[in-house]
């Protein structure tokens, strides 16, 4: 044989190229075989091909190398075994050999590439070991999901030995009711390889040897091969987080419920008012603490008067709550005294500004339903929305000063007149405000929902829900603490009526009078001597102390009489202990031995004194 016609062919090869003849003996080698074994070409040529083989595989190769002639094929030699070769310096080395036959006029020839792959074998130890020391069990698999190596790690965490698990398909150590699903996640990630969390959002499980099963975490890494793509899975025991996770939640709603139930107590419930149609919704943020500052309150200030109050401590957590609380406790006990809006405003004010770093919204109104009137002042707080009776929606023309505890701004008060029937909402901004969204059109859409939900029904729980609905789509999605309380302006009630009187002695008389008349026309005789005495005394007291326009109003409900007098003093009548020989000062004294209630309020006039009397129980 010539060697010309490979020459090129073999030098242009990156591989050592050996070529022998049948009996084994070296008829061609390239230049990187030189450089491979040490040897000079001259000395490798006539020589059997085991002279670069070690010492201790002599004797298997020539079996080998004549097996190889009986079945000519291009393959790798000595497939899964571990092949070396020997240099001229005594040194073995590890080699891959693929080898090929080669038909020439000649004979039949052998030609093997030789490859070292020391340095593979090399970065193969290197990954071993940092497999075996990888504190999470590891697995990797090819592209049809055949387990191709594990560590020491995985043999511990699913009870296999090694050899229980090379070659075997991963779905062994899946639990049996996902082993439909799993190969098609498997091959959706052959298809999309990068390196991520496995099942994201989804609770994932290994199933031992012993059947039982347990919660894993596996990160899925792409290995590239020669060989083709594996898929490395490292898998994480995590039981004891999920325990641990288990028992922070257990906790977590427990100190929950504690803050909720603290906060609804300091939030109290208001108590339902005789003739007002009113609805409240309140829902606890569902992120966080679970708590804030938000609170509403209604109040009965007498003569049909109602005061309505709604407040938002800023900030979030059982501080706010606490915050919350005391200024709920404040402004009930203040509102109860009758004080104007404004006046209140600047009571809570002193109160938050003593209040390290604190800022609250507070919006507080008195209804007068016989004069269908509103006073109005608010700080800080959201506007109110009116909805008539014809569905149309407004905001209130209220101006809004700076919020409670910014201090040295008065909070100014305003007086409007709204219609019987129509619906006031008062809300915090747990119900409009979102981090994505522009208040303005957050505004906008309550009106409409608001519009739709009181045009559709009377009833305003059936509206507040709707209104809910319609702004929180995701009630366990609650960014921020949500209330909303709507309110119906009742008309003015058909049992009521008033006379203006002077502030002369005369009026005393023609007061009774006018009592005495009303009573016998409403059927309420049974009232009339104690409603003429405390009456008498009251204007008594107007028409010695106070100044014109004097009026007295009587105003029936379902279970009470109210009885007011009105005079231009805004000097509040101060109760006082009377010596025994003395004919006046225990007007306030029989007041609050003979009514069922009594207070004093601040008009634009000057003041009203009123008290209420039960009605007597007729029977069915």
């Known amino acids: 044989m010539t060697e010309e016609p490979f020459r090129a062919l073999l030098e242009a090869a990156p591989d050592a190229m050996v070529i022998v003849d049948d009996a084994g003996v070296i008829r061609l080698v390239n230049a990187q075989t030189e450089s491979l074994f040490g040897y000079p070409r001259t000395e490798l040529l006539g020589r059997p091909v085991e002279i670069l083989v070690p010492q201790r595989f002599r004797a298997q190769h020539p079996g080998h190398r004549l097996g190889y002639s009986d079945n000519q094929q291009v393959r790798p030699m000595g497939a899964n075994l571990e092949l070396y070769g020997l240099r001229r310096d005594g040194a073995e080395f590890p080699v891959e050999i693929s080898i090929s036959p080669l038909q020439t006029p000649d004979g039949l020839l052998i030609s093997a590439a030789v490859r070292d792959v020391s340095e593979r074998q090399a970065a193969e130890a290197r990954f071993r070991a940092l497999l075996e020391a990888a504190p999470d069990a590891i697995v990797i698999v090819d592209d049809g999901g055949t387990i191709q190596l594990v560590n020491a790690q995985t043999e511990t965490l699913f009870g296999y030995g090694r050899e229980e698990l090379l070659g075997r398909q991963v779905e062994m150590l899946v639990p049996q009711r996902f082993h439909r699903y799993h190969p098609t996640h498997r091959h959706g990630y052959v298809d999309n390889r990068r390196v991520r969390p496995m099942g994201a959002g989804l609770n994932l499980h290994g199933l031992r040897k012993d059947g039982g099963e347990f919660p894993v975490e596996i990160s899925l890494s792409p290995l590239e091969t020669p060989e083709g793509t594996l898929v490395s899975a490292a898998i994480r025991d995590v039981s004891e987080r999920k325990a641990a996770e288990a028992q922070l939640a257990q906790l977590y709603e427990q100190q ?3 803050a909720l139930t603290l906060q609804r107590s300091l939030m109290g419930s208001p108590a339902p008012l005789p003739g007002m149609d009113t609805s409240s919704r309140y829902f ?3 992120h966080g603490a679970g708590v804030g500052g938000d609170w509403f309150d209604l109040i009965a200030l007498g003569g049909g008067r109602v005061g309505v109050l709604i407040g938002d401590v800023m900030g979030r957590g059982l501080e706010a709550a606490a915050v919350m609380g005391q200024l709920r406790s404040a402004s009930h006990a203040l509102a109860k005294t009758g004080m104007p809006p404004w006046q209140l405003m600047r009571a809570l004010d002193a109160v938050v500004s003593e209040m390290p770093d604190q800022l609250v919204t507070c919006c507080y109104m008195i209804l007068d339903p016989d004069e269908s009137a509103l006073t109005v002042c608010s700080a800080g707080h959201l506007p109110v929305l009116e909805v008539d009776a014809a569905g149309r929606v407004r905001r ?3 101006p809004v000063s700076v919020p409670l505890g910014v201090g040295e701004v008065p909070h100014q008060e305003t007086r409007l007149t709204v219609p019987p029937d129509s619906v006031l909402a008062l809300y915090t901004d747990g119900l409009v405000e979102t981090p994505t969204s522009d208040i303005e059109e957050q505004l906008g859409a309550l009106a409409v929902a608001l519009e739709k939900a009181v045009s559709a029904t009377p009833c305003l729980e059936q509206a507040a829900d709707a209104v ?9 999605d609650y960014a921020d603490d949500v209330t909303l309380l709507l309110t119906r302006i009742p008309p003015a009630p058909l049992t009521a009526v008033s006379a203006l009187l002077s502030a002369q002695p005369v009026s005393v008389g023609e007061g009774r009078r006018f009592l005495r008349r009303t009573l016998r026309d409403w059927d309420c005789e049974d009232l009339t001597d104690t409603a003429c005495l405390l009456a008498s005394e009251l204007l008594a007291n107007s028409v010695r102390h106070a100044c014109d326009p004097l009026r007295l109003r009587l ?3 379902r279970d ?5 007098v009105c005079d231009g003093s805004p000097v509040l009548p101060q109760a006082r202990t009377a010596a025994p020989d003395e004919e006046s000062g ?7 031995q003979l009514a069922l209630s009594w207070g004093t309020l601040p008009t634009q006039e000057g003041k009203a004194v009123w ?3 039960p009605l007597p129980d007729r029977g069915p």
């Open 256 to 258: 929950r419920h504690v």
């Open 611 to 613: 008290f209420s009397l």
């Open 560 to 564: 009470e009489l109210n009885i007011e």
């Open 396 to 398: 209130l023309p209220v």
């Open 468 to 476: 809910l609905a319609a702004l929180l789509p995701d009630p366990q």
């Open 586 to 592: 225990r007007g306030l004294t029989l007041l609050d």
């Open 555 to 557: 105003r029936r409900t």
């Open 284 to 286: 606890p943020a569902r």
